[in-house]
């Protein structure tokens, strides 16, 4: 996501909306194109363009750009020997 005006009072703004979204796993702020990327896990595709059309409305005038990229599932590959853990 691509904010204008990125600020403290933005980004506190940003993190409120972060932590109360049960669906938000983590957010991070960036360098570049855009500046903050955020981890959403939801139940399913209608879940997350509600997420979507949420964030639209709560920062419609800040949130200049963004980009989704939906993964449908997730692999888990651990490189430990079993039982190390």
Do not use: W
Not at 42 to 61: G, K, M, P, W
């Amino acid at each position: 996501m691509n904010f204008e005006r990125f600020d403290t009072k933005l980004d506190k703004k940003l993190e409120d909306f972060f932590n109360t979204d049960k669906s938000v796993v983590f957010a991070n702020r960036l360098v570049g194109k855009y500046n903050v990327c955020a981890s959403v896990y939801t139940e399913s595709i209608n879940h997350f363009y509600d997420f979507i059309n949420r964030l639209r409305a709560v920062f419609q005038e800040q949130l200049k750009d963004s980009s989704f990229i939906v993964v449908f599932s997730t692999e888990y590959i651990s490189h430990l020997p079993k039982g190390l853990l």
